[in-house]
């Protein structure tokens, strides 16, 4: 629990964009590995298990209710690197999706994959999409501060 409990969190932030909802999937995530007790050959193969049910239970919640806001707080070190989580927060939440685990977790197309069971050809276009997206919002944004100074 105690390895794997901080990105289960900031994987279900990064869905679910409220921390409420976040809290709530990571806790209903262990209530799920305690009740089901599966085995794993390594601590790789349960991380990506835990990982996809949390996954899941996020896209439940999305699908039952919206978000209610913007989290403006995700942890970023820098005011730079919170305008960019802001903007990736922004995006439809397959993309939010994919982007986390690919920059923020570090996980392969391959990997991301097989946890949200899809194909890896499937990943590779919404991380593809994901990116285009988050370059266009990046430039409105950057085009509204320029005309905002001038």
């Given at each position: 629990?105690l390895?794997n409990?901080?990105?289960?969190?900031?994987?279900a932030?990064?869905?679910?964009r409220?921390?409420?909802d976040a809290?709530?999937?990571?806790?209903?995530?262990f209530v799920?590995l305690?009740?089901?007790q599966?085995?794993?050959?390594?601590p790789?193969?349960?991380t990506?298990?835990?990982?996809?049910?949390?996954?899941?239970?996020?896209?439940?919640?999305?699908?039952?209710?919206?978000?209610s806001?913007?989290?403006?707080?995700?942890p970023?070190?820098?005011?730079v690197?919170h305008?960019?989580m802001?903007?990736v927060?922004?995006?439809?939440?397959?993309?939010?999706?994919?982007?986390h685990?690919?920059?923020?977790?570090?996980y392969?197309?391959?990997?991301i994959?097989?946890?949200?069971?899809?194909?890896?050809?499937?990943?590779?276009?919404?991380?593809?999409?994901?990116?285009?997206?988050l370059?266009?919002?990046?430039?409105?944004?950057?085009?509204?501060?320029?005309?905002?100074?001038?």
């Open positions: 629990m390895r409990q901080d990105r289960l969190y900031r994987t932030l990064a869905i679910t409220s921390k409420t809290e709530d999937a990571v806790q209903d995530t799920k305690l009740q089901k599966p085995k794993f050959n390594s790789e193969h349960e990506a298990w835990l990982i996809r049910v949390t996954v899941n239970l996020c896209k439940n919640t999305l699908r039952k209710q919206k978000p806001q913007l989290l403006e707080d995700y970023a070190q820098d005011p690197s305008e960019l802001e903007t927060m922004s995006l439809p939440p397959k993309y939010r999706l994919v982007i685990l690919y920059y923020y977790e570090g392969a197309t391959k990997e994959a097989a946890m949200t069971k899809q194909k890896e050809g499937t990943v590779r276009e919404q991380l593809t999409r994901a990116r285009r997206l370059k266009k919002y990046l430039l409105e944004e950057e085009n509204q501060e320029e005309g905002e100074e001038l």
